[in-house]
């Protein structure tokens, strides 16, 4: 007995020795800073959650379950935590007690709460080392065991594989080292407060998770103190991982820091915007952060531009965590759009490098490249034939937006070789790239790519003709500028000819080599549309068409009618909702002066924001319900463009040209809004800040600017169609200006110099009726019930709205300047709106309906 008993008290004194010693790898709490963009609301698990930086990702869900990536290399999956209250044996788990979500650029904060303790886990990624730390703030009023588990992988991604990994755990780092024979890839996870508890065998790894442990024996000493978890691998000898983990144990909260700062510069450096829309607001700085969080430093292959990121559970890629081509181009326009202009150069630089010897530009490109014989031996690489004119669209937007002519000289010989493939295609020559000798264009699979050319590909194509000629003059090549020109016009005229079908009065998707057209409507279109490609009344006509209940939902624009026979809501290329497309279709709203319904959708994509992975879009939805599909990727960047293209491009109507010292403010702003601040736009070196003022009929805008002298400002503020601009005066003297009446606005044509001094510029007008846009109210899981406004006509005295809505349902629009209403037919006017209801019985089906109203002529001033 004594025996046992002098065993148990060495058991229990070790046990005292080991908690006491684990307490020293704590670290001082340190404040985390205010960020006023922070998301916060119940968390949701299974909802994703992710924290990225250049070259490492914690790609997880809201339980807090994650798996590790140091590119190109998956380090593990299925990271958690598990708490133990005083001796018990039964773990209470974190996704059973996660409470709240905190989400900053810097940090996300998930919150467990239980009866008799809350610990709040700060995970924070550095934005250029491969590596990650978890700050553990607890509160607790019992003894408590933390234990974290994880299955180890160490992987490079799909289609790349290594085998003999191994895990084990270093008592001297307090980590597990995860490895493999060549010793040429490395991961180390653990805390200077924990201990192991997992003993697997050092040559394989176990199917049960390698675990440690952190014992908190008295809550009391360890306040004001975090616990510490860190992360470190990727490529490299073992020496180099280990610095990296080490530097994290050594510098906590520079870490934290460091972080905090650089999405702070983000902010300030890159275009912000306040508008009366406080969400809008916070969906175009989430979109700025979820861009850059997909830029990628391959240790391989160099730095670019990855689609997307979502986590990959069993399998081997992160979502869209490859460099894909379309997508880099498709995102450029974005990144241009808030003037960050030199991670567009390394995206393009990057794909460019990847160009085939015959001029194609390449669609995909695994990280675990540098593992593998990729375009030899895979057949992805090449398949798209709308990669190689995109190249072209966007090399001609940055050196446009940014004014680098040196990135332009540089990529000369590859842009000729490019455009060069383009016209090798045309095999008909009719001035079209051919789907069949180029490659996939809009749609990857199904009936609908039996054709001879889509509509994407040919609005591409028309415009990459038209961005060659413009480079072509940059460059000052001659007859260049001459081969280009032609090709463009032909393409042009080709366009409007061979797309447009008089039945249906739309742009079709498709014809075949027999000339006959694809019937089902679908937005493909929307890119030529964007692009104001074809003349205005069938542009008018196609986008009447996609605003209807068959393709518009409450949550944005099917890819495919409903009313095909092709459709199916969960089909990818036939059904489902993508938010890309409705950013082109929103931004050819804008484009084409149809801001009524350009705001709407452009609300629409904005609220994904905040719904499912907070601060990123995801890549696809149901085409019948406001859900997501399972095998969605949550952080998709084409859907972040959803936001920033259509929001810069179209609601604020900024373009820029550096190389010609131009600049445009076009804003086609909701009536009720009346002050907008927006800065800094860059254009080259160039700096703007505009602060904007609506009142009842004068709109006065307040220009900054830096480094723009001899810039001119195209200006050209739009109104309701009706209105009457009476004069301009730019700080205080009367300004020339011309009159421009398109789609639903009317807005001058004024051209004003810039110099170092700030503008003062002001519009009076004689005011009209105008109907407010809808604001779209949807909640996950809803169907479409939403009002559409499909067209609005204008004379001198009637105003008609053309709706569609729910059979037997009530609505309402707002309206402005309603002393100016002398009737209406098809609605009433009730707390300063138009309320009305659908004919019909609620049959759940969409009718069309129309309001008529009469209106007061204004007095003449």
Not at 462 to 476: D, E, F, V
Not at 710 to 727: C, D, M, T, Y
């Amino acid at each position: 007995m004594c025996k046992r008993l002098i065993i148990r008290v060495l058991l229990i004194s070790l046990l005292s020795i080991t908690s006491l010693l684990a307490q020293e790898g704590l670290i001082q709490e340190f404040p985390l800073i205010h960020n006023n963009i922070t998301l916060n609301r119940l968390a949701k698990p299974g909802t994703p959650f992710d924290k990225v930086g250049r070259r490492f990702a914690i790609l997880g869900d809201e339980s807090g379950s994650f798996e590790a990536w140091a590119y190109p290399l998956k380090l593990f999956r299925n990271f958690s935590f598990s708490f133990f209250v005083k001796e018990s044996t039964r773990p209470i788990h974190a996704s059973d007690i996660v409470r709240s979500i905190s989400v900053s650029p810097e940090a996300t904060i998930l919150t467990y709460t239980y009866q008799s303790f809350t610990v709040k886990a700060i995970y924070v990624t550095s934005v250029d080392q491969p590596g990650a730390s978890i700050f553990l703030k607890v509160d607790s009023s019992v003894p408590l065991t933390i234990v974290c588990g994880f299955l180890p992988v160490l992987q490079p991604m799909w289609p790349a594989g290594i085998g003999g990994q191994y895990a084990y755990w270093n008592n001297n780092l307090k980590a597990y080292i995860l490895s493999e024979p060549t010793g040429k890839n490395y991961a180390i996870v653990g805390s200077p407060a924990a201990s192991g508890i997992s003993y697997t065998p050092a040559h394989m790894l176990s199917d049960t998770p390698s675990e440690f442990k952190i014992e908190i024996p008295d809550p009391k000493k360890i306040h004001n103190k975090y616990i510490p978890i860190y992360i470190a691998g990727g490529q490299g000898e073992r020496a180099s991982i280990q610095k990296t983990y080490e530097y994290f144990i050594n510098n906590p909260e520079d870490l934290y820091l460091k972080t905090q700062e650089y999405y702070c510069k983000l902010r300030e450096n890159t275009l912000r915007i306040k508008t009366p829309d406080k969400r809008l607001n916070l969906a175009f700085e989430w979109a700025k952060v979820a861009f850059d969080n997909l830029i990628v430093e391959n240790p391989d292959l160099g730095k670019g531009l990855v689609a997307g990121l979502g986590a990959s559970g069993t399998s081997g890629r992160p979502g869209f965590g490859w460099f894909f081509g379309g997508d880099a181009y498709i995102n450029s326009f974005s990144i241009n759009s808030y003037g960050d202009f030199n991670n567009v150069r390394d995206a393009l630089a990057f794909m460019e490098k990847w160009q085939r010897s015959d001029g194609k530009m390449a669609h995909e490109l695994s990280q675990a490249a540098g593992y593998i014989d990729w375009w030899k031996d895979y057949p992805y690489g090449y398949i798209h034939g709308d990669t190689t004119p995109y190249y072209i669209v966007a090399v001609y937007d940055y050196v446009k937006m940014s004014g680098d002519t040196e990135f332009l000289k540089s990529s000369w010989s590859s842009l000729n070789r490019a455009f060069e493939w383009c016209l090798s295609t045309d095999a008909n020559r009719d001035g079209l790239m051919d789907n069949k000798k180029a490659g996939l264009g809009a749609l990857e699979y199904g009936a609908l790519t039996g054709i001879e050319t889509d509509v994407y590909l040919a609005a591409i194509w028309t415009q990459a003709a038209y961005s060659m000629q413009q480079l072509s003059k940059i460059i000052g090549d001659k007859a260049s500028v001459k081969k280009a020109g032609v090709c463009f016009q032909k393409a042009k005229a080709a366009f409007d000819a061979r797309f447009w079908d008089e039945e249906t009065k739309f742009y079709s998707y498709a014809f075949n080599a027999q000339n006959t057209h694809v019937k089902d409507i679908s937005p493909w279109n929307s890119l030529g549309l964007m692009w104001r490609l074809g003349t205005y009344e069938r542009r008018l006509h196609s986008l009447e068409k996609l605003l209807s209940s068959d393709l518009n939902t409450d949550w944005g624009i099917r890819s495919i009618s409903e009313k095909s026979s092709f459709f199916q809501p969960l089909n990818y290329n036939y059904g489902a909702v993508w938010p890309f497309l409705t950013s082109w279709v929103t931004t050819a709203l804008y484009k084409n002066h149809m801001p009524l319904q350009g705001f709407t959708l452009l609300c629409t994509t904005a609220q994904h924001t905040f719904n499912h992975g907070l601060g990123t879009i995801t890549e696809v939805f149901s085409g019948i319900h406001h859900i997501w599909p399972q095998e969605a990727v949550a952080h998709q960047g084409f859907s972040s463009a959803g936001v920033i293209l259509p929001f810069v491009r179209g609601l604020l109507g900024l373009e820029g040209d550096a190389l010609n010292n131009k600049v445009f403010f076009a804003p086609q702003f909701p009536p009720n809004w009346e002050h907008v601040d927006i800065g800094p736009y860059k254009i080259g070196k160039a700096r703007f800040f505009f602060k904007y003022c609506h009142t009842k009929d004068v709109i006065d805008v307040n220009i900054r600017t830096e480094n723009a002298h001899g810039f001119v400002l195209h200006f050209s503020p739009a109104l309701e169609r009706g209105s009457k601009i009476l004069n301009i005066k730019v700080n205080g003297r009367s300004s020339n200006f011309k009159i421009k009446t398109e789609g639903q606005v009317i807005f001058p044509l004024a051209e004003i110099p810039v110099d170092d001094a700030p503008l003062e510029i002001s519009m009076k007008f004689v005011p009209t009726l105008e109907i407010c846009p809808v604001i779209p109210e949807t909640k996950p899981g809803e169907r479409n019930k939403g009002i559409k406004i499909i067209s609005t006509q204008r004379d001198e005295s009637t105003l008609r709205v053309n709706v569609e809505g729910l059979s037997g349902s009530q609505y309402a629009l707002g309206v402005r300047n309603i002393e100016l209403l002398e009737s209406i037919e098809g609605a009433k006017l009730e707390g300063g709106k138009l309320k009305f209801q659908i004919p019909g019985p609620k049959t759940g089906t969409f009718v069309s309906h129309t309001i008529a109203i009469q209106l007061k002529q204004p007095q003449k001033q």
